[in-house]
């Protein structure tokens, strides 16, 4: 692998601008052909898991699978009673949907309990999950209808008219969050190279890695449907890690020239960053895209669309920095100045940081240590939930509206369904079942009391749809659904022999996804151990630093989730961050955060080590190696560390709840890791083991070149480049 970077980048550094227009071409042919092709977006049927999963294919086998619905809602604005305007604004809106090509049905008019209002149900045609793209005319009706009856409020929502607007709100987020991500990027840069030249190089090659990301992500989503979230995902790994990979060299290369007083060329110096940074970069993308890569083995379609986007991202990225980025440096290396490089070296804080370490390594290991198991704790009591629909923002016309639906028609919150499946000419044994079983809940004061019974035109499937006056996320729902599939199906059509039973709906969607998750969860993480492990251990030769890297990035991970837990579980953070809590944590969160911070805290590790063997191998001793190599590597890696926060720190602010904790979380795991993990941790535990940490390697074969770093033992040495 080290020989073929290098001999890639003194072939770049050679025909720089034949790279350059070779990275660009790529670049145009990834995106180009992403579009022309087109992505394939995740149907109904990739969502399924679990008891409701398994329901809902059922219900689908007889037609009753669960589509696009819209509900207009004609209230007073005043909040009183309905005037006489109210039938024909109602006629207005039956007639108008009723002519619509995407509609598939319009329900009969349907008045609240309290007599304030009325809505109409209205179908659209297609599949669930396409209702937002037939949207638009409905939507279009129903504002014309509250032109023509402006003494009434005509609104409507649904999940095609949620779903749309989510979407937009989602797409302004992230806009606004390049605009914040950005310059203040570009400013970290300017302070890391004080060239403005030098520091737009990692910014563009972000740039262009991430549009080849989206292009092959598209590509990908063939194979691998894309759940809506890959776009989010390439944004925030594709800034952080094009950067982080560009900083890398870039800073390796700039040592290297400063070292030599000015006598080392452009080219010579590109050689030596490839054979060190280089490698480093190439490891840490392997070690990227396989911890992302585990994320498939939850068999879930949103897990795989942010693996295939962080695994697409990352391998654009380590493409830019060992290709056209040498090029990038074979034009640009004159414009460093000495002064310039120099600043790379060891800073007043790396060294303020490691002199008690130093001093101290047990005491400070110990505090430290200490410190990330108190902000673990908080693990103790996390809770895991779905994301349910009424988290979404009240500033969107369609949860406003949902919210007045459902103040309105409280049965409406949510819905059990009992899918029973039976041969056709056992329908009115099934019948007869169900009609027991809804007359057990008509009394119940866990449900709402009325039931609908739905039958296939082929007489095989028969649906029992039990509203519940509760959202799926409160505990009365919750209560519902176990009732339901603890004592109610079992003591009725569970009797049944021979049919096939499960429940779904509303409050089984949200119940059974965490529950998914939560079996996943120790094959994901037991492969993401050994990911970690596999390539530490392999690229260092040393099953000690194997291990340690595994405990450090648990402790990393669990401080910074015990962190998340304690924010946004809670209610006094709301204020300072714009976000009402759901009084648990997003099932997705945890485990994202475990593969992504593994993955990214291999870039701090491999780069860190792989400074702390250089000195190893040429024959300076444990203590001073460690000392020497992690505070070289320090300024980089904090310089790395504040831009991958200031990108994942800009997501904080977006509306959607759950890509707030992502956010969040991985903002507060980058800055244990760069700051607690790398400059007190690391090099405690590095210290107090000596040369026990590169075993099985011994010193002598780390000073023959066959630790993994190949021709690049000595850096300087033959095969490298020549000073000029």
């Known amino acids: 692998m080290n020989n073929s970077s290098v001999r890639v980048a003194r072939w770049s550094a050679r025909r720089p601008w034949l790279a ?16 022309a092709v087109g992505g394939r977006a995740a149907t109904s049927e990739d969502y399924r898991v679990g008891e409701a999963g398994r329901a809902e294919a059922m219900a689908a086998s007889g037609g009753l699978q669960q589509k696009p619905l819209e509900r207009v809602l004609i209230s007073a604005k005043d909040g009183r009673g309905l005037g006489a305007g109210t039938d024909a604004a109602v006629r207005d809106v039956r007639e108008r949907m009723t002519q619509l090509a995407e509609v598939e049905s319009v329900a009969a008019p349907v008045r609240s309990a309290d007599g304030r209002s009325v809505r109409i149900d209205v179908t659209v045609k297609g599949p669930e999950l396409d209702g937002r793209k037939r949207v638009d005319p409905l939507l279009a009706q129903t504002a014309a209808v509250q032109r023509a009856h402006p003494d009434l409020r005509v609104e409507e929502s649904g999940s095609p008219s949620i779903s749309k607007d989510v979407q937009g709100q989602r797409s302004e987020d992230l806009s606004r969050t390049e605009l914040f991500a950005l310059p203040v990027t570009l400013i970290v840069l300017l302070l890391v190279f004080r060239s403005v030249v030098m520091a737009l190089v990692p910014l563009l090659l972000a740039v262009s890695s991430i549009m080849a990301g989206v292009g092959l992500s598209m590509l990908a989503s063939h194979v691998f449907p894309d759940a809506g979230v890959g776009t989010n995902v390439i944004l925030l790994i594709g800034m952080a890690v094009g950067v982080d990979y560009t900083l890398f060299y870039l800073k390796r290369h700039r040592e290297e020239r400063a070292r030599s007083d000015g006598r080392l060329t452009a080219a010579a110096a590109v050689e030596i960053a490839a054979a060190t940074s280089g490698r480093a970069v190439l490891v840490s993308g392997l070690a990227v895209a396989a911890s992302s890569a585990t994320l498939y083995l939850a068999g879930d379609v949103i897990f795989g669309s942010l693996a295939t986007g962080a695994i697409v991202v990352t391998i654009a990225a380590v493409v830019s920095s060992v290709t056209v980025l040498p090029a990038l440096l074979a034009l640009l290396g004159g414009r460093t100045s000495r002064r310039a490089a120099r600043s790379a070296g060891d800073g007043a804080l790396t060294s303020a940081a490691l002199r008690p370490v130093a001093r101290r390594p047990v005491l400070m290991l110990g505090v430290a240590v200490a410190a990330m198991l108190v902000m673990a704790a908080p693990l103790t009591y996390i809770k895991l939930t779905d994301v349910g629909r009424e988290t979404y923002s009240r ?52 449900f709402d009391g009325r039931t609908r ?17 509760a959202y799926p996320s409160e505990v009365r729902a919750q209560k519902s659904l176990k009732h339901l599939r603890a004592d109610l199906t079992p003591a009725t059509v569970g009797r049944l022999a021979g049919a096939e039973t499960a429940v779904s709906g509303d409050v089984a969607r949200y119940a059974d996804y965490p529950e ?37 990035n648990l402790l990393s991970a669990a401080a910074s989730l015990g962190v998340l837990t304690a924010v946004f579980q809670h209610t006094w953070a709301e204020g300072l961050l714009d976000f009402t809590s759901m009084g648990s944590i997003g099932s997705r969160v945890p485990l994202f955060l475990f593969v992504i911070l593994f993955g990214l805290s291999m870039d701090y590790q491999v780069f860190t080590l792989s400074r702390v063997q250089e000195a190893v191998r040429s024959g300076v001793p444990a203590r001073t190696a460690v000392l020497r190599g992690i505070g070289g590597s320090a300024g980089v890696v904090t310089s790395a560390a504040v831009v991958m926060v200031t990108v994942f720190a800009s997501f904080v602010p977006l509306h959607l709840i759950e890509m707030k904790q992502i956010g969040f979380s991985l903002a507060v795991a980058v800055l244990l890791d760069a700051f607690v993990i790398r400059l007190v941790i690391l090099p405690a535990v590095m210290l107090l083991l000596g040369d026990a940490a590169w075993w099985p390697s011994r010193r002598r074969t780390l000073r023959s070149g066959d630790a993994g770093w190949g021709e690049a033992a000595d850096p300087r040495g033959a095969g490298v480049g020549n000073v000029g």
């Open 20 to 35: 350059i227009a070779g990275w660009l071409l790529f670049v145009v042919v990834c995106l180009g052909a992403g579009i």
């Open 395 to 446: 500033e969107l016309p369609a949860m406003q509206a949902f919210h007045r639906v459902n103040a309105a028609f409280p049965e409406l919150k949510s819905v059990n369904q009992v899918v029973v499946q039976a041969a056709p000419d056992r329908q009115p044994e099934v019948a007869a079942a169900l009609d027991a079983l809804a007359a057990k809940v008509k009394n119940d004061p866990l």
């Open 453 to 469: 019974m739905r039958v296939s035109a082929d007489h095989r499937v028969s649906m029992l749809e039990v509203p519940v006056p």
């Open 516 to 552: 998914h998750q939560k079996e996943r969860l120790p094959l994901i993480l037991g492969a993401l151990l050994l990911v970690t492990f596999v390539i530490t251990a392999w690229a260092f030769r040393s099953v000690v630093l194997g291990l340690v890297g595994v405990v450090l």
